[in-house]
T-cell receptor, first 113, second 112 residues
């Protein structure tokens, strides 16, 4: 069964704590992405990676960090420097050629109090 | 900045009616994609239309593209309660082939 998995589905943390969200894909896609979605809003790109051991900042990278040690995995760490971390986080992957359709995981809802 | 902007932001219709959502974008595109998101879930790719196409069909979905107006529309015919979801358009960012920019979405509610 091919696809993208994200865990956990719900995550609760206290303010000031770092938290890592998991994203794994078995689609053999080279590119992976992290998005943030706030209630009733669209998706904003946090980080993306096109190859192992390389990643680039997206539009809202401040307060986040990522790693890409394996092709299949692209974990996102929400650090205590992120001022408003409560949101829905979506991971996606794609091949690196036209049409660049993205495949999404089920998302992780992070609540920080 | 948002490349694609959907209109309306919210739409409520009765089952059996047609639903039309519009998307405007700012720069030239290679293709435009539409995605669907059920509440609290990930996005699912629905349909893609290329810049040299004007219309495309897939089941009850019809997408049009007007590159002169930088706009696209998604029509869902004979809507069902199960079509209730948010719908997003996405365009490839210029200069970075694999990067998509998503609009704010249209929240569609289909009442049974």
């Amino acid at each position: 069964d091919g696809g993208i998995t994200q865990s956990p589905k719900y995550l609760f943390r206290k303010e000031g704590q770092n938290v890592t969200l998991s994203c794994e894909q078995n689609l053999n896609h080279d590119a992976m992405y992290w998005y943030r979605q706030d209630p009733g809003q669209g998706l904003r790109l946090i980080y993306y990676s096109q190859i192992v051991n390389d990643f680039q900042k997206g539009d809202i990278a401040e307060g986040y960090s990522v790693s890409r040690e394996k092709k299949e995995s692209f974990p996102l760490t929400v650090t205590s420097a992120q001022k408003n971390p409560t949101a829905f986080y979506l991971c996606a992957s794609s091949i690196l050629r036209d049409p660049y359709e993205q495949y999404f995981g089920p998302g992780t809802r992070l609540t920080v109090t | 900045s948002q490349q694609g902007e959907e209109d309306p932001q919210a739409l409520s219709i009765q089952e059996g009616e047609n639903a039309t959502m519009n998307c405007s974008y700012k720069t030239s595109i290679n293709n435009l994609q539409w995605y669907r998101q059920n509440s609290g879930r990930g996005l699912v790719h629905l349909i893609l239309i290329r810049s040299n196409e004007r219309e495309k069909h897939s089941g009850r979905l019809r997408v049009t593209l007007d590159t002169s107006k930088k706009s696209s529309s998604l029509l869902i015919t004979a809507s069902r309660a199960a079509d209730t979801a948010s719908y997003f358009c996405a365009t490839l960012r210029g200069g970075a082939g694999n990067m998509l920019t998503f609009g704010g979405g249209t929240r569609l509610m289909v009442k049974p």
